[in-house]
């Protein structure tokens, strides 16, 4: 069709005055603009929920929310979410364009998945990149999820998942013929064998650049309690020196780019709480693959309160994730280990770091369950990675600890990573007691880590819970169970609250 | 586990003052807190996505945004959302608590269904429950949504999920043995046969309470077409007083509450593009049944851009639609109808209403397949009603049109309903002319929707589309084939514009 008036017909370019209101729509890129704005009727844009920014080159796909009156904006400014705000890289006052969000294409594939077809390598890829370009709304990875859910993903389309999420993100290289990783699946609070299994494994002369994520949910990530060790905020060229010059390290995950797809699938995975197989083996073997791994530990902890709560889920993802590893020429060694309790004694970023500590110097009083872990783990990875026999190597990390090599090899690492430090203490401290004399029967790692975050961690690095008692420990009235450490009087105020609305975190015999 | 301290123990309720921004987050509570809010931290809510907003004995659940600084929000005060503010009913400045959102128990189903579990009365009970009050996000609402199409819901499932959403939400009953309604699946562009089916049927003697919607994605709702010819924000007894005096009535179903768990689980669908055949029987006859109907006639338009796409797809919906119907004492009849094009000439609020007025007062000029769609459904209504013979009733509603008693009894609708109204006429309305002599082989229903989008409909009630050309229809280079109704000149350019960009809309012969 045509028009049969004369117009000029530039296409218009609407375009707003940038603001920054400092808003953190949780992950969200969010832009609000004003019901009266000409931009929001002129292109026709109230009634959708996803639009396109874009500012200097840069784009951004955005919900739309509007906003009434003149309070919050001028009727030529836009207001960005701070997920918006630095995905376009704009200062205050920059102009910006809104737009239509485009179809995503991907989205027919998803179409395709829920009624039961399963998709090929293209379209993984293509949803992937759709995802990782921060096209999908929640709403759409939601879908996703469940249709991969409901009918599990197979071998063939778990590796090319796998496959998809490695190639839409950076990828590290290092030059050595055999790089050793461990991967713990799912979380007990306290399990924090990574920085002493690196020592360990490092110490023997393998590469092992541990990356590791922050706390999401939980009152700690191996990124939280090294960071009260040392630096883990590394670029890509300070990790690379770090592990060249001391075959190890235990950085931050957030610096470099690998599998960025994985952090969008896993928040909303734990907003509907399910697991499936295939997401899980894509999630964990992507970012081994991408970080150039060909050796990996996987720790499975089984426990009733786990994420893995029997043993024959437990042998059948290992199964699985041993041949989809192999796919990529990365070998798998899958542990299956006890989940019903913490391990050690502190649970928090601090209080992990002092077991961590205590472990690595031979303390006396070292948790010994933290120590038989790494020990196991370290063993499995000195016998994949060539530095032990089968059945040896378990020997062999110990020894490394006794010997005092893994010490040092830790302390290198820290002072490589930027320089040593002391971990913070908290300055409130308060034991909860038992309320009479008995045997504990039960502890609820879930309702320990609410404790924990209840404390402060992992946002106060001092804080969270130490654990003085473990199952089958037999106590007296008035005996210590727990020690809360906060670092304010409110936020202890706050762990004592809800411990005493729920006595059954610590249960003992009747 | 007890505290050794003496604790006085009244657990802590912080408080905020609410502040109205005025911001339209979609459809979505918002609760906007400081970073550095004494709530935040001392509850641990920076992490969580979904927390519970009370004030003075009302509750919702909001998302949880954060701001820094104290640009937007003193250090008391929290903002919230326009549908946050409407459900809690607060004013400015008024005391508000914020907590953590609890554990929605009916979640455990949604991911029973999704592991391919079917789900008894109960639970779709709770599950409707939890979601009519709000309780379930957009990732929970896609992982329902999708778990029902992974595996469609059987019979006995969409049973149970229709009684759960009649069973919510509120339920009219009339004093007659036979109450009427119409319903059409999915939108064909013009299709606006509701006011002169209902004027049809209520001149015959039955009772036809029709609430319509408003326009959601399209150009406009039967309710934004029937408002420019009268009002039709009726309250329930304003209604209950039209249809007792005049046999029917033309509402909006805003005003009433009839199923109010669809409207979340229609949002939902739409944004992912799927349409389960469950969901939708559940949606159609659950507002159905609600609204008191005892017989429905159900029109099922099938064309290549209409929502349903062949016969054969149709026809299950159809058995199916009647089967479930009929557990619920409905007797519903479906009607397969041509999709492949829009109705009448009119798209958008005022031109729809023009083609209305045109069939039911005979003018010379009114669109034939409005008219023709409008008796063969009132035809089936009239069957099913028991006014007329099977067979007989086209020709009956026929007869009512064309006697005047159809244009009679509307009038007198419309005055009851507050007064019949003239509807607008666009200050801009522009030809959009063929490029070549040829004949019309196809309209693109999707994309005609959008272009009367454009040009304002149905904010703007005059806006839309007139369409000057049908399928199969000749035309010479330079004769219109649509007239674009702007009020706007803005707005007229952005349509021409798209128009220009979209030469697909209305497609010739080579």
Redesign the interface.
């Given at each position: 069709?045509?028009?049969?008036?004369a117009?000029t017909?530039a296409?218009?370019q609407p375009a707003l005055r940038a603001k920054r209101?400092?808003?953190?729509?949780?992950h969200q890129p969010v832009v609000?603009m004003r019901?009266d704005c000409?931009v929001c009727?002129?292109?026709?844009l109230?009634?959708r929920?996803q639009v396109l920014v874009s500012a200097g080159g840069r784009q951004v796909q955005a919900?739309?929310?509007?906003?009434?009156?003149d309070?919050?904006l001028a009727i030529n400014e836009a207001a960005l979410?701070?997920t918006a705000w630095q995905a376009l890289g704009v200062a205050e006052g920059d102009m910006i364009h809104v737009s239509h969000a485009p179809a995503i294409e991907s989205?027919a594939s998803v179409?395709h998945r829920?009624?039961?077809h399963r998709l090929d390598a293209r379209a993984f890829a293509d949803i992937v990149g759709d995802v990782a370009a921060g096209r999908y709304?929640?709403?759409?990875?939601?879908?996703f999820?469940?249709?991969s859910?409901?009918?599990p993903l197979d071998e063939d389309e778990t590796v090319d998942l796998t496959a998809a999420m490695i190639d839409i993100g950076d990828r590290l290289r290092w030059d050595a013929p055999c790089v050793v990783d461990k991967h713990c699946v799912g979380g007990l609070p306290g399990n924090r064998t990574t920085p002493i299994i690196v020592a360990i494994v490092a110490a023997n002369g393998l590469v092992m650049p541990k990356t590791s994520s922050r706390a999401?949910?939980s009152p700690a990530g191996t990124a939280d309690t090294m960071e009260t060790l040392a630096p883990v905020d590394l670029d890509m060229a300070t990790l690379k020196r770090v592990v060249e010059q001391e075959g190890g390290c235990v950085a931050w995950g957030g610096a470099v780019h690998l599998s960025p797809a994985d952090d969008k699938f896993v928040r909303?995975e734990r907003?509907?709480?399910?697991d499936t197989e295939g997401q899980l083996i894509a999630s964990v073997l992507s970012k081994k693959i991408a970080a150039g791994s060909t050796h990996v530990v996987i720790d499975i902890p089984v426990g009733p309160t786990a994420k893995v709560r029997n043993a024959e889920t437990a042998e059948r993802l290992a199964e699985r994730m041993r041949s989809v590893a192999a796919r990529f020429n990365l070998t798998a060694r899958c542990l299956l280990t006890d989940g019903a309790q913490p391990v050690g004694r502190g649970v928090g970023p601090a209080l992990e770091a002092f077991d961590v500590l205590a472990v690595l110097r031979n303390a006396s009083d070292a948790p010994d369950d933290l120590r038989r872990r790494s020990v196991v783990l370290a063993g499995a990875a000195l016998e994949i990675g060539g530095k032990a026999k089968t059945g040896q190597g378990a020997a062999l990390a110990l020894e490394t600890l006794a010997n005092g090599q893994a010490w040092s090899k830790f302390e290198a690492i820290c002072e490589a990573q930027g320089g040593m430090r002391t971990p913070p203490v908290a300055a409130h401290v308060?034991?909860?007691?038992?309320?009479r004399a008995g045997h504990i029967v039960h502890i609820d790692n879930r309702k320990l880590a609410?404790l924990a975050?209840?404390a402060?961690a992992p946002?106060a690095k001092a804080a969270g819970v130490l654990m003085n008692v473990r199952i089958g420990d037999e106590v007296g009235r008035?005996e210590p169970?727990?020690h809360l450490h906060a670092e304010t009087g409110?936020?202890l105020?706050?762990a004592?609250?809800y411990?005493?609305r729920n006595?059954d975190?610590?249960s003992l015999t009747p």
């Open positions: 069709m045509t028009r049969n008036n117009h017909g296409p218009l209101l400092g808003l953190y729509a949780q609000i019901t000409h009727r002129a292109e026709g109230s009634s929920s919900a739309l929310f509007q906003v009434q009156g309070a919050l979410s701070e989205l179409r829920i009624y039961g709304t929640d709403v759409h990875l939601a879908a999820l469940t249709a859910a409901a009918l999401i949910t909303i907003e509907l709480d399910i308060q034991p909860l007691i038992a309320p609410r975050k209840l402060g946002d008035g169970l727990i409110g936020e105020n706050y004592l609250d411990a005493e006595p975190i610590v």
